[in-house]
């Protein structure tokens, strides 16, 4: 089971960092992602944001936060966070934590390559 916490209401230009802790399960094989979904979305068009691989040695993002969000993980405390700063409005969304369908794998761009979903966390960002 994955959940996500951390999210919450923030003026553009602040800063959240959301968490995801695996409860259950061993995430020490698994891609992680970071995906969101905007309001008026379905489950399978939710966009992509950022993913990192079992050891943290590969690591990716959407171009739209690349530079302002930064994705971590802690295996050993079944931890993934995402550390987003400098919030725009178009940021507001469902974020969801997601576990990689296929151990091992060391990338995960699509929505499709993940098979373990939270049930996410609302982020608000206003003007």
């Known amino acids: 089971q994955l959940v996500e916490s951390g999210g919450g209401l923030v003026q553009a230009g602040g800063s959240l960092t959301l968490s995801c802790a695996a409860s259950g399960r061993d995430i020490r094989t698994d891609t992680m992602g970071w995906f969101r979904q905007h309001p008026g979305k379905e489950r399978a068009e939710r966009e992509f944001v950022a993913f990192i691989s079992p050891l943290g040695g590969t690591i990716d993002y959407a171009d739209s936060v690349k530079g302002r969000f930064t994705i971590s993980r802690d295996n050993a405390e079944k931890m993934v966070w995402l550390q987003m700063n400098n919030l725009k409005v178009e940021d507001t969304a469902v974020y969801y934590c997601?576990?990689?369908?296929?151990?091992?794998?060391?990338?995960?761009?699509?929505?499709?390559?993940?098979?373990?979903w939270g049930r996410g966390t609302q982020v608000t960002v206003t003007v």
């Open positions: 997601a576990a990689d369908k296929f151990p091992l794998r060391t990338s995960g761009w699509s929505y499709a390559d993940y098979d373990d």
